[in-house]
Nanobody, 115 residues
Framework: QVQVVESGGGLVQAGGSLRLSCVVS????????MGWYRQAPGKQRESVAT???????NYADSVKGRFTISRDNGKNTVILQMNSLKPEDTAVYYC?????????WGQGTQVTVSS
């Protein structure tokens, strides 16, 4: 059984920083793309940042220059460093991991940015 566990969310003032971590454990041969998505109240889930197994990254325009995604393939871990946070970054952040044809999602971690 595969588990995806996120951590690092919380409450922060605008301009502050948070670091989200996601660990994927269980019977996985190899993970391909990993990434972070978010969903704000009343809005659709959107991609924030993704990273391939080779390290290629993609970011939403709204977070470019502020967020950095990284991964440790040996530990099946993906990190999202979030700096210069804005109130509009408030959302539940979800970790997504893809293994061949199977997609795994975490339960989500709340990020709240106060103005």
């Amino acid at each position: 059984q595969v588990q995806v566990v996120e951590s690092g969310g919380g409450l922060v003032q605008a301009g502050g920083s948070l670091r989200l971590s996601c660990v994927v454990s269980g019977s996985i041969f190899r993970l391909n793309s990993m990434g972070w998505y978010r969903q704000a109240p009343g809005k659709q889930r959107e991609s924030v940042a993704t990273i391939s197994s080779g390290g290629s990254t993609n970011y939403a325009d709204s977070v470019k220059g502020r967020f950095t995604i990284s991964r440790d393939n040996g530990k099946n871990t993906v990190i999202l460093q979030m700096n210069s946070l804005k109130p509009e970054d408030t959302a539940v952040y979800y970790c997504k991991a893809t293994a061949i044809t199977t997609v795994y999602w975490g339960q989500g971690t709340q990020v709240t940015v106060s103005s």
